[in-house]
């Protein structure tokens, strides 16, 4: 095993970064590979072009005529890139996504064959749906899923095959997927969005969601993560003592990027501009070996593909430059984990986007319904927020000592409380039109104002309004965006369907006129949501006991947290806005928990083998080295020798408290993760493997990372922290 060590530390030091070919400009590349509108224009008929486009824009169906033409065409253009297969392509409730390729060659008899593709083989596919994640459904319906043509989302060429995004569902019609229940919220806050809007605005026709991620990651030499057996199998260190220098002196963030891996990323960003996902933003982290990636924002559903789709090529582009992408959320004990800021806004199909303050009194008027609207669903459904989040990786972030916190709050800055507190004082039922005249001016019309100069920044907030977007950054790095986009489209698309109702309740009973009523509205909104808005230290003990004092949430663990997606209120909701029924909601419950459960459950036999066939067979191995010197030292020294060897002595004995308080630990981990196993409940079972399993990891590895400072270095079969995080 040391062998291994040594051996991959010596072909990481040796390795010689590939040269990187100068590409076309990047606005050049951007989309080549992407059947996008404007390769549509060039290869669709027109009738067939206005379809595809009608359903982008309008959801209209496609129907089989038109299908079969798009196909035909997108066959031709895949054909002319050298493209030899087809998959439809989608994301399973796995957290990966998933192909399955067919070549477009088909046999015609008489010895020949063509490239066919209809629209048939476009529109749906029938993976086998038996090897996916279900929750459940496959049992009480049929095994058989199916996968069906997302024409919102433009088919692309990966390698040479030809992807086409798609959902995937149980024939029973049950969303096995994160796409389809995405595709649902985004309709539902299209919907209530689009109806609010027309209060401002009678030309709104659509509202359409944005998502901008960020994603954080770790690049490791190749060899050396291989060299490693935790990171092979659960992509993060299990033990390991962590190094002298950590990012105490935070001389990594923002800095120059270390040669090979700008050469990963520039590498990385010609992939992506092919694919027509708009990187932009590269940067060094905070944590040694650790960075940053960012596109353009997007309309949210391409948007999640994409991060879905760069999570995938990320890998691969890795391995050809010798690294391996750690996409865990704690990879590293000791040095920051990785996030993935999930930036959202709303905007209207005359291009206004509606959390950013207008030009108008009435349109910042429109911005402030949006924005304490959108408060306000985060307040009402702050537990179901967390429990989208929730992961066993994610864990390690939020409820540990790292940023974000478990309490889900917002942050809004100074300036904006300041608004809110105004509004607060609006007289009840009918304004007078001094007071209309004064809010919409004064406090109303100064908001674009305020918000310019609003430097405002708060880093340990998990949802912060960041001057036109809310910021939602809890969101794991390893998570597919759908989950997240999916439950806060949703809570917002409830939120803005009940204040509609109020606003028209006052509008038509009580005979407001609109701006009165809505002001009437936002002013119990503000009143009703203040639990939730918090701009000070969120990581502090103090905010824990405040939290806790205001009612808010503080699930510190994913079988805690994930209980608020199966609580009355969270299916009712769902059902209510379309977007998944309860045998859905109930369904992505159990394959969360199921995950979960696994997850610790491999950390947890990893952990043991590591400890007792890596670890201890190299202390003892160690200790006998150390008990053959003092048995030397003994024949010099005759009975002198104790006063000589007692350093070696202590240590002999130390070394044998750490393998004594490894193999306590093991057994009783193994014992622990026996009975946890029988549980038939997986409520119970998680409990188990929170509570029982998982709280035995940080004994052990605390006698390991002992041991690791004990053992001589050159008996250390496992690739230390420093070499890892400081190997370029
Ligand atoms: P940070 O300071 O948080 O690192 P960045 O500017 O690096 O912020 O990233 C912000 C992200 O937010 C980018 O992906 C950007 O495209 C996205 N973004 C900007 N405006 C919007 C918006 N209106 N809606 C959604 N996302 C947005
Ligand atoms: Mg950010």
Request: aromatic share 8%; hydrophobic share 40%; charged share 25%.
């Amino acid at each position: 095993m040391s062998i291994l060590r040594f051996h991959a530390i010596k072909e990481s030091l040796a390795y010689k970064p590939i040269k990187i070919e100068a590409t076309e400009r990047q606005s050049v590349l951007f989309g080549k590979n992407v059947f996008n509108e404007n390769t549509m224009r060039q290869y669709l008929t027109k009738d067939a072009f206005v379809g595809v486009m009608n359903a982008v824009q309008f959801g209209k169906k496609i129907d089989r005529n038109i299908a079969d033409q798009v196909a035909s065409s997108m066959k031709d253009w895949a054909l002319s890139k050298g493209v030899t297969h087809y998959t439809h392509w989608f994301q399973p409730l796995t957290g990966s996504t998933a192909e399955k390729h067919d070549a477009f060659f088909e046999t015609i008899g008489g010895g020949m064959a063509i490239e066919k593709f209809g629209g048939s083989q476009l529109v749906q596919q029938e993976p086998d749906a038996s090897s996916f994640p279900s929750g459940g459904i496959r049992n009480t319906f049929e095994a058989r899923g199916y996968t069906a043509w997302d024409p919102t989302s433009p088919a692309f060429i990966y390698g040479t095959t030809l992807c086409i995004p798609t959902i995937f569902v149980a024939y029973t019609g049950e969303a096995l997927d994160y796409k389809t229940p995405l595709l649902r919220a985004l309709h539902a806050v299209d919907d209530a969005a689009t109806a609010v809007c027309k209060y401002f605005d009678k030309n709104v026709k659509k509202v359409t969601s944005s998502l901008g991620w960020e994603q954080e990651y770790f690049l490791i030499d190749k060899m050396l993560a291989a060299s490693r057996p935790d990171i092979t199998m659960t992509g993060r260190t299990l033990l390991g003592h962590s190094s002298a220098k950590g990012q105490q002196l935070d001389d990594h963030y923002f800095g120059s990027i270390p040669n090979r891996a700008l050469n990963f990323m520039r590498d990385l960003e010609t992939e992506c501009m092919l694919l027509g996902i708009p990187v932009k933003t590269r940067h060094n982290e905070v944590a040694p070996n650790q960075f940053e990636l960012a596109p353009i924002f997007e309309e949210a559903n391409l948007a999640v593909d994409h991060n879905s789709l760069l999570m995938d090529i990320m890998g691969r582009v890795a391995s050809h430059h010798n690294f391996k992408v750690l996409l865990h959320e704690k990879p590293f004990a000791g040095v920051s984990g990785s996030g993935k800021h999930n930036n959202w806004s709303l905007s209207t199909d005359t291009g206004i986007n509606l959390l950013a303050p207008g030009k108008t009194p009435m349109s910042s008027l429109q911005f402030l319904t949006f924005f304490i609207n959108t408060i306000k669903a985060v307040h009402e459904n702050e537990a179901l927020l967390r429990a989208t989040i929730a992961s066993a990786g994610n864990d390690h972030r939020l409820g540990a000592n790292e940023a974000p916190p478990a309490i889900i709050s917002v942050f809004i800055g100074g300036q904006l409380t300041k608004v809110l507190e105004e509004l607060e004082g609006v007289t009840k039922g009918k304004l007078s039109p001094q007071e209309k005249t004064e809010l919409k001016l004064n406090v109303v019309g100064k908001i674009p104002d305020v918000l310019l100069d609003n430097t405002d920044r708060n880093r340990t907030s998990p949802f912060a309004f960041t001057g036109n977007k809310f910021e939602f950054r809890a969101v794991g790095s390893t998570a597919n965006c759908g989950n997240p986009m999916t439950v806060l489209n949703t809570i917002v698309a409830k939120q803005l369907t009940d204040f509609k109702k109020e606003v028209d309740i006052l509008i038509n009973k009580k005979d407001l006129k609109k701006d009165e009523a809505v002001f009437n509205v936002l002013r119990e909104y503000i009143k009703s949501t203040k639990a939730i808005l918090f701009d000070g230290n969120s990581y502090g003990e103090a905010w824990e006991k405040e939290a806790k004092r205001r009612g808010l949430s503080n699930n510190k663990t994913t079988p805690e947290a994930l209980k608020a997606k199966i609580s009355k209120k969270s299916i009712s909701l769902f059902e209510e806005m379309n977007v998944m029924s309860e045998i859905e909601t109930k369904a992505r419950y159990e394959i969360e928990v199921e995950a979960y459960i696994k997850h610790i459950q491999i950390e947890s036999r990893v952990l043991g083998d590591i400890a007792r066939n890596h670890i201890v067979p190299t202390a003892v191995k160690y200790q006998n080295i150390l008990i053959e010197n003092v048995r030397g030292l003994k024949e010099i020294f005759e009975e002198k020798y104790q006063g000589v060897a007692k350093e070696q002595i202590n240590l002999i004995e130390e070394i044998s408290n750490h393998i004594e308080g490894i193999n306590v630990n093991v057994v009783k981990m193994i014992a622990e993760r026996k009975s946890a196993n029988n549980f038939i409940d997986i409520e119970e079972r998680a409990e188990a493997y929170s509570k029982k399993v998982r709280a035995l990891f940080d004994d052990i590895r605390y006698h390991c990372d002992k041991l690791e400072l004990l053992v001589d270095d050159e008996l250390w079969p496992l690739t230390k922290y420093r070499e890892l995080l400081f190997t370029r």
